[in-house]
């Protein structure tokens, strides 16, 4: 069976950090881009971070360039979304997901096999 689960999510004040993980289960997790996603209530998700199956090519969303981070490691079969100087506007539902597509159209939801089930995220001011 596959999954994707994420973790790490809660609440946090504006400026702070959190480090959201992803483990991936039922599949060959090295074959597969990886992208973060996030998603408000009444808006589309969007795709802010995604990194390819082996080379470490990233492909950053602007809002979050220069304050988030993706990386994997493959032995472990999991991905994290390290994410510094939170802002309110950051808060969301974040979500991971995979895909064997290039990992610049998994970051546009094309080509995603499996999601997870998602984490929120909340940032104070």
């Known amino acids: 069976e596959v999954q994707l689960v994420e973790s790490g999510g809660g609440l946090v004040q504006a400026g702070g950090s959190l480090r959201l993980s992803c483990a991936a289960s039922?599949?060959?997790?090295?074959?597969?881009?990886v992208g973060w996603f996030r998603q408000v209530l009444g808006k589309e998700r969007e795709g802010i971070l995604c990194?390819?199956?082996?080379?470490?090519?990233?492909y950053s969303a602007d809002s979050v360039k220069g304050r988030f981070s993706i990386s994997r490691d493959n032995a472990k079969n999991m991905a994290y979304l390290q994410m510094s100087s939170l802002k309110p506007e950051d808060t969301a539902v974040y979500y991971c997901?995979?895909?064997?597509?290039?990992?610049?159209?998994?970051?546009?939801?094309?080509?995603?096999?499996?999601w997870g089930q998602g984490t929120q995220v909340t940032v104070s001011s």
């Open positions: 990194i390819s199956s082996s080379s470490g090519a990233t």
């Open positions: 997901a995979v895909g064997k597509a290039p990992h610049d159209r998994v970051c546009l939801r094309r080509g995603i096999d499996w």
């Open positions: 039922g599949f060959s997790f090295d074959e597969y881009a």
